[in-house]
């Protein structure tokens, strides 16, 4: 993809994120001549695979969850993806404790597996769940969600798994719109335990070279179809005539229709102009920074760990600390590990040199490393505004951002979690050529 030489486009795409680039993808497919525009210097957003000799590291997310929507975008540009299976343990009470295999929040029907971690009282209550009546709140957090229908030590449990997928806090969290299925069942099924049949969470999925595979992927798919212009940050938009113009560093493009496949708060910062109200809307929907220190050892120096995954909180901060080669062999080259920790919101904006350090010391408490283990090499990738939290009364505003985006016609926004990447850029597309074909029609 390069820089457009047209100025003219039915459709605009800001943002070559996963979701924006899957959403070029589709309307290209539909005939569409479109044009994608992107801040950074590459296109991927998150979803960057770091590749030298002998070690593969993932700069963002290492997996995403399987959805139709990938699965039919991964089978048209005939990608293979790998599932995932990860030790995973959390500590409690200052000790480490193994997670039972395919434990998922967003799964009842894994939820049997917690009962070796519970006492007796606690699994009674948590195999009672259908007795629990439903909850009156229009809205309500996900920690009090999990804790009134299982219980307080099983949501102990489920804790660590919700920080480890959004990162936040899970008080703060909306549960309507985190886990929209669970949500649901409880309102259509009175209980979660009568509707988990309908709510097997998918398996999360990778790639043999990384997740980076989809975005090189898509490249390919749209060279020579769709112009991309890198480095390229919109400012803002302007109606002219049947046109949006969109201005960048480098000049003006026009386009018929334009989708906003960024974050919200970028989002908001384009149109801070023509509509107040969904800027406000958009700044209303917080977005936490997390970072990710790699560190490389020889394997030699590090103990034996029947744990990929571990996670804990201390301090009021939330840390992942997994193990690359152990998961994904062929990502490191034998005779060595690189262990990988994630760090998210406060912890994520400090300097590389004190992520780094505080890494290590991490390293050293957790896994009781001895000081003769010495650091190889040390890298740290940052993903500034990454993490979308949809928090307390999200799907309210969100309705309200769809009839405030109603007075541009034309512009759509896309934003939103990695997880609902290539679902939002099927809907956005589809809005886009139907907005299109309305406009066609009428003219």
């Known amino acids: 993809m390069s820089f457009p030489e047209s100025t003219k486009f039915q459709l605009i795409v800001v943002g070559a994120g996963l979701t924006g680039l899957a959403c070029a993808y589709e309307a290209q497919k539909e005939g569409l001549s479109v044009a994608v525009l992107e801040a950074r210097t590459r296109p991927g957003g998150a979803l960057h695979t770091l590749g030298q000799p002998g070690l593969q590291l993932e700069c963002g997310p290492e997996s995403l969850p399987s959805s139709p929507a990938l699965e039919r975008l991964l089978g048209e540009l005939s990608v293979e993806a790998i599932p995932v299976q990860e030790r995973k343990a959390f500590k409690r009470n200052g000790q480490w404790v193994a997670y ?3 434990l998922r929040p967003s799964d009842p029907g894994s939820y049997a597996g917690m009962g070796p971690l519970l006492g007796l009282s606690a699994r009674l209550r948590l195999q009672g769940e259908g007795l629990v009546g439903r909850g009156t709140l229009e809205d309500e957090p996900v920690t009090e969600f999990f804790t009134r229908r299982l219980g307080n030590a099983a949501w102990e449990v489920l804790a660590p798994l919700v920080r480890e997928e959004w990162g936040g806090d899970p008080a703060q969290l909306s549960l309507r719109s985190a886990y929209p299925a669970l949500w649901q069942a409880e309102n259509q099924h009175g209980s979660l335990t009568r509707a988990r049949s309908e709510l097997s969470a998918a398996p999360r999925v990778t790639f043999a070279q990384g997740m980076g595979t989809l975005i090189d992927a898509l490249g390919k798919a749209l060279e020579g179809k769709v112009p991309f212009g890198p480095g390229q940050q919109v400012a803002a938009l302007q109606r002219k005539g049947a046109y949006w113009r969109v201005y960048t560093p480098r000049g003006l493009l026009e386009g018929e229709s334009v989708v906003l496949a960024c974050s919200a708060p970028a989002a908001a ?36 760990d029947p744990h990929d995954v571990r996670l804990w909180e201390e301090a009021g901060r939330f840390y992942r600390l997994s193990r690359t080669r152990a998961r994904f062999p062929e990502r490191v080259e034998a005779g060595f590990e690189v262990l990988r920790l994630d760090a998210v919101g406060e912890a994520a904006r400090l300097s590389d040199t004190a992520l780094a350090r505080l890494a290590l010391d991490q390293v050293r408490e957790q896994l009781k490393l001895g000081e003769n283990a010495r650091v190889l090499h040390s890298w740290v990738f940052r993903q500034v505004g990454a993490l979308p939290q949809p928090t307390l009364g999200h799907h309210r505003r969100q309705g309200l ?43």
């Open 100 to 102: 039972p295999q395919g």
């Open 269 to 304: 910062r384009i149109l801070r102009h023509i509509n107040p109200q969904a800027t406000a809307l958009l700044n209303q929907t917080p977005h936490l920074p997390y970072s990710s220190v790699h560190l490389a050892f020889a394997q030699e120096q590090l103990p034996d």
């Open 401 to 443: 951002l769809e009839s405030a985006l109603t007075r541009l016609p034309g512009v759509f926004f896309a934003g939103g979690p990695l997880e609902q990447a290539v679902a939002n850029a099927e809907q956005a597309a589809r809005k886009a050529s139907g907005f299109l074909a309305l406009q066609k029609a009428e003219g």
